[in-house]
């Protein structure tokens, strides 16, 4: 925001090409602001000013729409097309404002000028400056204040989300003697019955009771099963059998 | 050193250890099998497609080649120990011979035996094996299949190469090796479905089965083979050295393996050799199931397992028998068994036992050389049979093994339907087509051409055309531009005059047409024609039968050969060949034989047509003559391609009207006369037998059916039939089995048989098989019975008239856990039963008796209340004890096969999965003498295995 006259600094025609290159004005309202430069001092600060409103207003403007518009959106409220660089203003006709023909402010800001910029009622209003849809049709503050009512790209889930969270944990709200909120969760002292997937692995388990039978042991402690008792086998009978003969 | 076994009964328990898993679980179509004295290395593993062996050694699965046809079903296996890889001597020498004989060393240690021909009978252990063979001849495939490859850039001699193997070395198909069964020009043949009858053993075609695969003539993928023999020598030089009439067997084994399929034949029977990891095609029931093999089966052979039942030495022989005076045995010991003439004269034969007394041997088939003194002989099991057991029936069926056919009683002959025949020595004969005369044929072609020509190849074949026709030559050697030096007779042709400069016409090639030729004689020459392919080469000697005309009936050596099917004789004969009986609706002729008169009247006769998947028909033989059956209305044979075998008309296991014994309808006359057959061991009801006929089965009177007019108790009545008997007389008075007389086919079928006189329902709940005639194949069940009418349950899909036989059965219907197993080794009646259970939860097993060829179904279990269903299976340890595993309990008995007791043997404490049918249970015995049982999971990889102590 700008605090006062003296606010306003003086570019260099370096730093013009600067904000050009960063904003991509058009030609025409560069050049308007370099010829405005080279008037005489005395109106130079008034010009300066009247420039910068304008610049200003159009930057504004600009960067607003560029954080709440989606891109494609951007270019069409601007008036170019999605694959141009060159971003203008357009008047309530839809119309593009030649700052050639409209770059002078009127003196008094209650005479409307061709930047059709009004006073009226004691407040200042840009009356028809808004702010589009992708369909080309212009937001309604009025009823269309949510960003969720702008359109389903600017549709904010974590939003949805915590709407959802909240309307869940609804039911677990309390209120103290106090007044104030809070979540009460219940203790569950009844057993727990596990059910394991047969492709999941089941971590440490302290203790097992009775297991009523095991198909396949294919491993314990990536020893194969079927090894670990073909080997018990082959004891027993290099024990049992095998010793009692001779050859 | 001496085995020690300290091993206490009651203080040591059996302990079952886990061997390895196999690496595909088993299921109702999986099997195992070892060898017959269980004294192998590996148990063979076949589930589904896939064919392992576990290496009882190494403790470890190895997969082998898998089967042509994919099991279906369920499988039985059975491994043979006295069977291996086949195939013809190509050349023979003092102490080896060439053979083509799969190269590299794997035939180094094993036994070669002669099969036929020249030096038959001798066996040698082979010492060593040329490893790469020779190569003969190479090159690519043109075309190609899994039965042939062609290379058209050939131009081979007719049957050069018969017997030697080619060798796939890339494209498709490469690392396969296949014996070669004839050749032409550019042509080289491995299969060829008339040989499944004429050499079924060297008839291979190439797999086609992953990871091999059938020969290609695609670009890029075009088969390379080789054309290769090798030389091998023996321990020691040969007796008789063999020639290329010789075939032989390296004793390498193999397995049998049964299965279903859906559709006719609707069975699979196929042979794998190991030696050379290929299964083999063979031929299948055919016309003798009537439907898909199911339920659950099992096979079983015998053989020469174990030392011999008789050795010794003939002290004399006649046409069809072998005496030895020093013996005692006793009548009818040994019938089924084989006879086989090891040494002196006749060496090499081998034959089924139709009869034995206590000195005398009679054989199925006259010997092709009769033994003499000289003659040492030996009594095995019959290496040649194969039976089949189960499919929800009482029918047994028997494979023969050396001519690949089946039958469901016992074979006395087979051959192939031959109007006129040609023969190589001691080789199957080829049937002849046609036999021409022709005048003017080129006897003698000098080999030294005229005029040489320019621009000829070797093997260029070229037409004779001054002064006669068809006449052809072939180009044996050439010189620089193709200038012909040599050439030979390749084609007779006729009305040609001998000379010089005889101009030529090339046939294939580039030669200038400037070669001309000096024909040296002319005579009159027979224009042969075959109705297969054959194996015969240029020169070779053959005999020829059949012919009307007597001057055709000799042995010549032929004069040229240009074809599979043609070729050319010198003949005397004053005519065309024509055949003394031909093929017909009534009459099937096979020229090579030479039966006795009416010999095999009564007995049926089994019609095939070629290849391994045959369509059958069976009917009653009504006459014979030497060369020609006679039989009811068939289809008639085809000359050179359809096959047909002779067999008993009772079928295996059929029921006995009176089992006393001295009321029993089968013995040895022990004299009588013109019009009476006496047997002394008798007691019969008088006229227990009037109306009944009577067969001779072996001794005087061998073939003949007699109706019997009245009886005593020791002595039969009947009108003269031409011969009297004496003790060699051997006979059967038909019981349970015959013609039917009447039939009908209406809720309830009958059969009638007015030569009976039955007991009234003395059947019921027996089965009835139509054994030939109408309705063949079709069994059933028997709800009651009059003293001559058969009431069925049910009516035949095909009814049965007139011209049907039948056999009722003894047994019921097999069932699921049904297996059976030689019991070669015993102490008590050693090889004389197969034991086999009965399934479908009963608790029978029953036995059936070898010699004579019936089951005995009351051979009860003691103790007996366990029953046997789906997932029994059973072993037999060589000696006194089989073991029974229960279903799929993993509880397994022994059962002392000479006492019939049952005791306990093991309890397996692992689980099986659930029951499936197949055995997967086999006995080892270590060289030191101890055994092993081996029993595989149900539904599971699993395989445990204990000492039996």
Request: glycine share 10%.
């Amino acid at each position: 925001m700008l605090t006062s006259g003296n606010s306003f600094r003086l570019l260099t025609k370096a730093e013009k090409n600067k904000i050009r290159l960063s904003f991509n004005f058009p030609k025409e309202t560069l050049a308007m602001a370099e010829n405005k430069f080279e008037t005489n001092n005395a109106k130079e600060t008034e010009n300066k000013k009247r420039m910068f409103l304008k610049l200003a207003g159009v930057v504004g403007l600009s960067a607003f729409a560029t954080l709440i518009v989606p891109k494609k959106a951007e270019a069409l409220v601007f008036g170019s097309t999605p694959a141009s660089n060159v971003v203008g203003v357009k008047d309530s006709a839809n119309l593009r404002i030649n700052p050639a023909e409209k770059s002078q402010l009127p003196t008094a800001l209650t005479a409307l000028g061709n930047l059709k910029v009004a006073i009226s009622e004691g407040s200042l209003s840009v009356g028809n400056v808004g702010i589009k849809k992708i369909d080309g049709s212009q937001i309604n503050p009025a009823s269309e204040e949510g960003l969720a009512a702008v359109g389903v790209s600017v549709n904010d889930q974590g939003l949805w989300m915590l709407r959802k969270i909240t309307s869940l944990l609804k039911p677990l709200g309390m209120v103290t003697g106090a007044g104030s909120n809070r979540l009460s969760v219940d203790v569950n002292s009844g057993a727990i019955t596990a059910s394991i997937a047969a492709t999941q692995t089941l971590g440490t388990v302290t203790t097992v009771g009775t297991v009523s039978s095991m198909t396949n042991l294919v491993n314990i402690g990536n020893v194969n099963g079927f090894s670990m008792v073909k080997d018990s086998a082959r004891n027993a009978y290099a024990n049992s059998i095998r010793s009692k003969i001779s050859f | 050193m001496a085995l020690t076994n300290n091993l206490k009964k009651i203080v040591d328990l059996p302990i079952f250890e886990l061997c390895n898993q196999a690496p595909t679980a088993t299921s109702a179509v999986s099997g195992t099998t070892t060898t017959d004295a269980s004294d192998g290395r590996y148990i063979y593993y076949l589930v589904g497609a896939l064919f392992y062996r576990y290496d009882c050694q190494a403790d470890m699965w190895q997969q082998l080649a898998s089967p042509n046809i994919t099991p279906a079903t369920a499988v039985a296996l059975k491994y043979t120990t006295y069977n291996g890889y086949r195939g013809n001597i190509l050349a023979g020498s003092a102490s080896g011979a060439t053979i083509g004989g799969m190269g590299g060393y794997r035939l180094a240690g094993q036994r070669i035996r002669i099969t036929n021909g020249t030096g038959i009978g001798q066996e040698r252990t082979i010492l060593s094996v040329q490893t790469t063979g020779d190569t003969l001849d190479m090159g690519l495939a043109t075309t190609a299949s899994a039965n042939l490859l062609t290379d058209t850039t050939k131009r081979w001699e007719i049957n050069q190469f018969i017997g030697y193997q080619v060798r796939l070395v890339y494209g498709t198909g490469a690392s396969q090796v296949r014996r070669i069964l004839h050749n032409d020009s550019n042509t080289l043949y491995f299969y060829d479905p008339n040989y499944q009858q004429l050499d079924p053993w060297n008839n291979t075609p190439f797999s086609a089965i992953a990871p091999y695969a059938a020969p290609v003539a695609t670009a890029g993928l075009q088969a390379n083979f080789y054309i290769e023999g090798q030389t091998i020598v023996v321990d020691s030089p040969w007796t008789v050295q063999p020639d290329d009439s010789s075939s032989f067997c390296i004793l390498g084994g193999g397995v049998w393996l049964a299965s279903a399929f859906a559709t006719a034949p609707f069975m699979s029977w196929q042979y794998y050799d190991v030696l050379s990891d290929a299964w083999i095609t063979k031929t299948a029931i055919g016309g003798l199931l009537t439907a898909a093999l199911g339920t659950d089966f099992s096979i079983e052979r015998t053989g020469e397992v174990g030392t011999p039942f008789v050795s010794s030495t003939a002290t004399s022989a006649g046409a069809r028998t072998l005496t030895d005076t020093v013996q005692t045995m006793t009548d009818n010991f040994y019938v089924n068994y084989e006879l086989r003439i090891t040494g002196g004269t006749g060496i090499g034969q081998k034959q089924r036992i139709v009869s034995n007394s206590a000195t005398r041997f009679e054989v199925a088939k006259p010997w092709d050389i009769i033994p003499s003194t000289d003659s040492t002989y030996v009594v095995y099991g019959n290496t040649d049979i194969v039976y089949l057991v189960g499919n929800g029936a009482s029918t047994m069926y028997q494979y023969h093994v050396e001519n690949d056919y089946w039958t469901i009683s016992e074979a006395i002959d087979d051959g192939q339907c031959r109007n006129m025949s040609v023969a190589y020595p001691a080789q199957e004969a080829f049937a002849m087509t046609s036999g021409v005369r022709n005048t003017g044929g080129i006897t003698a072609l000098n080999a030294t051409p005229t005029a040489g020509g320019t621009g000829y190849a070797i093997g260029d074949l070229f037409n004779i055309t001054t002064g006669g026709t068809v006449g052809k030559g072939r180009v044996e050697a050439i010189s620089a531009g193709g200038v012909v030096t040599v050439v030979s007779l390749y084609s007779s042709g006729l009305t040609y005059t001998t000379g010089a400069s005889k101009a030529t016409t090339i046939i294939s090639g580039s030669g200038n047409n400037g070669l001309t030729v000096n024909i040296t004689s002319v005579g009159t020459v027979g224009r042969i024609t075959v109705a297969s392919n054959c194996n015969l080469y240029n020169a070779d000697p053959v005999t020829i039968k059949g012919c009307t005309d007597a001057a055709w009936n000799t042995t010549y050596n032929i004069l040229a050969i240009d074809s599979l099917t043609t070729f050319d004789i010198i003949i005397t004969a004053a005519g065309n060949a024509a055949a003394t009986a031909s093929q017909t609706t009534s009459i099937i002729v096979d020229a090579t034989k030479t039966w006795t008169i009416d010999e095999h009247v009564g007995k049926i006769v089994t019609l095939s047509i070629a290849g391994q998947a045959p369509t059958t028909q069976q009917r009653r033989i009504t006459a014979n003559t030497a060369t020609t059956l006679t039989m009811a209305t068939i289809v008639a044979g085809a000359n050179g391609t359809s096959r047909y075998c002779i067999s008993n008309p009772e079928a295996f296991g059929r029921a006995e009207q009176w089992e006393q014994f001295d009321k029993r309808n089968v013995g040895f006359a022990t004299g009588g006369s013109s019009t009476t057959l006496v047997d002394s061991t008798k007691n019969w009801y008088v006229n227990q037998w009037a109306g009944y006929k009577f067969r001779v089965y072996a001794g005087t009177g061998v073939g003949a059916e007699v109706t019997i007019t009245s009886n005593t108790a020791t002595t039969l009545t009947y009108t003269a039939p031409g011969f009297t008997v004496d003790t060699t007389t051997k006979y059967i008075i038909m019981d349970s089995f015959g013609l039917a007389t009447a039939v009908t086919n209406t809720t309830n079928a009958t059969i009638t048989d007015s030569t009976k006189n039955w007991k009234v329902n003395q059947w019921a709940g027996r089965r009835l098989r139509i054994t030939a005639g109408t309705g063949i194949g079709q069994e059933i069940a028997i709800t009651s019975n009059t003293a001559t009418v058969i009431t069925c349950t049910g009516v035949f899909t095909t009814a049965p008239d007139t011209t049907s036989c039948y056999t009722i059965f003894s047994i019921p219907a097999r069932s699921t856990g049904i297996q059976i197993n030689w019991i070669y080794n015993n102490t008590g009646y050693r090889g004389r039963w197969l034991f086999s259970t009965r399934g479908g939860g009963t608790n029978v097993n029953d036995a059936f008796i070898i010699n004579e060829s019936l089951w005995t179904y009351t051979a009860l279990l003691n103790p007996q209340t366990e029953t046997v269903n789906t997932g029994t299976m059973t072993a037999y340890d060589g000696a006194n004890k089989m073991y029974l595993q229960k279903d799929a309990t993993g509880r397994i008995f022994q059962v002392d096969v000479n006492t019939i007791s049952v005791d306990g043997a093991f309890q397996l404490t692992d689980l099986h999965g659930a029951a499936v049918l197949g055995n997967r249970m086999e006995i080892m015995n270590t060289t030191d003498g101890l055994k092993y049982l081996y029993i595989m999971q149900h539904t599971g990889t699993k395989m445990w295995r204990a000492l039996i102590f």
